[in-house]
Structures are given as structure tokens and as C-alpha cells.
């Protein structure tokens, strides 16, 4: 797998799978329009994966779950997700979990809208 480089790319990218193994990085054409326009509106913000995960996280929590910040944060999250998956995987010899269905279950889990209450 080869590793994303770039804010762009970071939120804007989708793993797939083909046969249940890494095929290629797939770009959401919304996602990274949107995020190029966000970087050349804001050219004194930190050029930082970390400044935009904590930026869309918020923007995520205060516009009731906003549909596209998740879409920005899934995206991020899809590396750390698959190795995390391919490690635990790795530990147990026995699973019959197929890698792709493991993947999807953890990469909706986090962004996952809390139930509320009002």
C-alpha cells in the first residue's frame, strides 16, 4: 500500500479492496475539490493532517454530525484502520472474518452518530 501524501489526498481518499486485499486509493472528486477550495481559502492555517482531522472533528460535533466532515474524517481514518485491522487479523489464526468486512465494520464505528436525546 502505497502511503497518502498531502492534506488533499489524506481527506479526500478511499481504500479499495479487490479479492479482499488492498487494490488502490479511490479519490472522492467532491472530497477533494471541496478540501483544495478549503486549503486555498485558508493559506495561513497549519498545513498540518492533524490541524485538518481536529478541524473537521469539530465542525463534525457542532453542525449536528455534519454529513461531509464525517466523509472528511472517514476518509482520514482509513489508514490507521486498515493496519490496525490487518494487525489484530494477523493475531488470530483462526478468524473467518473476511478482511474487507472487518475493515468496513471499524471504519464506520468512530463516526458513527451518537444516539441523542432532545
Request: with cysteine.
Amino acid at each position: 500500500m502505497r502511503p497518502r501524501q498531502g492534506i488533499s489526498e489524506l481527506f479526500s481518499t478511499f481504500i479499495q479492496f479487490d479479492n479482499d486485499y488492498f487494490k488502490n486509493w479511490s479519490t472522492d472528486p467532491i472530497l477533494r475539490r471541496s478540501i483544495r477550495s478549503r486549503l486555498e481559502q485558508l493559506p495561513d492555517v497549519p498545513q498540518s493532517d492533524k490541524f485538518w482531522a481536529l478541524y473537521w472533528y469539530r465542525v463534525w460535533q457542532t453542525q449536528s454530525f455534519s454529513q461531509m466532515a464525517a466523509m472528511y474524517l472517514s476518509a482520514y481514518l482509513q489508514e490507521p484502520c486498515y493496519w490496525t485491522v490487518k494487525r489484530t487479523l494477523t493475531k488470530f489464526t483462526s478468524t473467518q472474518s473476511r478482511f474487507s468486512d472487518s475493515f468496513q465494520t471499524v471504519i464506520v464505528a468512530p463516526l458513527a452518530s451518537p444516539n441523542r436525546t432532545s
